[in-house]
């Protein structure tokens, strides 16, 4: 090696900024400002878990004990509310039909709402723009402000008292928020990878649905879990469409137990925990995906 090289080298190993060994945080204020946002955590669990203690510690009691005790667990726990509710719901029948209603309006919204979203996104066009902003704009606009004309716009169509008008009704409804998130994470799917898809000869139909609607899972779990949240627990609309009593869902059965003169909160309330126990196990057999997809959505 020269002279004029080494001279070189010795001079960028001079030019190159020593590290400096920053001090550690002192242990008592980390420890202080994490121990303020866990208390802080904590005191808002707890606070949401208050209106749902309230609804199980009641449903164990009688009429009476409801209304003379309402804070305090339970004197005797009575588990005959569940059962008699269980009967006077009917509530084998109006779980399947929450079931179906809830499972069919989410397998619509996700299949219409990715293809519609997938198609706005690769559209470089003003008109799609427009589009876009209109499905936005339907999230604002109020449910009361529509209800009338949609019944009778469903009566001419032959979509009341029916679980399939409902769905279809849903996936109005939901199209608006679905396709906004659709479209906000397509945008970091290069498009390279369907370029290359076509180059290898497979149509516009095998492209969405073999290469870019699996790499839609993240999204996809979220919005599943959005809708079906608010679908399953949904009364308004459902008394609007659905007249038969065979026809209706949970929230419409514990309803029942209103009376114009009598109210049963015994068994009004083991109905609401009959309703939120499916909604639980739904959640925690999800709660994988859920992580996983909120990880996956951070990375890209």
């Known amino acids: 090696m020269t002279t004029e090289k080494l001279e070189h080298v010795e001079t960028n190993v001079e030019k190159t900024p020593k590290r400096i060994p920053q001090r550690p945080l002192r242990p008592g204020t980390y420890s202080w400002n994490l121990g303020i946002i866990e208390l802080v955590a904590i005191l808002l669990g707890l606070l949401y878990l208050v209106p749902f203690y309230y609804v199980v510690a009641n449903s164990f009691k009688s009429m ?25 719901m009917n509530y084998g029948r109006v779980f ?65 008292n029916s679980h399939w008008g409902l769905i279809v009704m849903y996936l109005g409804f939901g199209s608006g928020i679905s396709v906004f998130l659709y479209h906000g994470f397509m945008k970091s799917i290069p498009e390279e990878i369907e370029e290359a898809a076509i180059i290898d000869g497979c149509s516009t139909w095998g492209v969405f649905w073999r290469i870019v609607f699996p790499l839609l899972k993240p ?69 994988k995906h859920i992580i996983k997809g909120i990880t996956s959505g951070s990375i890209k």
């Not at 009476?64 to 009575?78: C, D, G, K, M, V």
């Not at 039909?97 to 706005?120: C, E, R």
């Open 219 to 287: 999204i996809t779990v979220t919005i599943v879990i959005l809708n079906s949240l608010w679908i399953w627990n949904d009364f308004l609309l459902p008394s609007l469409v659905l007249r038969d009593v065979e026809l209706r869902t949970i929230p419409l059965a514990t309803f029942y137990f209103f009376g114009q003169y009598t109210k049963q909160w015994d068994l009004a309330l083991a109905g609401l925990v009959l309703g939120i126990v499916p909604l639980l196990v739904f959640f925690f057999g999800m709660q």
């Open 96 to 160: 399947l039909n929450s079931l179906l209603i809830t499972v069919g309006a989410n397998a619509v919204i996700v299949i219409f709402t990715s293809m519609a979203a997938w198609k706005l996104v690769r559209t470089k066009h003003w008109i799609s723009t427009m589009i876009f902003f209109l499905f936005v704009a339907a999230m604002v606009i109020p449910f009361q402000s529509i209800m009338i004309p949609l019944v009778k716009v469903s009566s001419i169509l032959g979509l009341l």
């Open 64 to 88: 009476a004990e409801i209304f003379t005790n309402t804070s305090a667990l339970p004197n005797e726990w009575l588990t005959s509310n569940y059962t008699e509710a269980w009967e006077a």
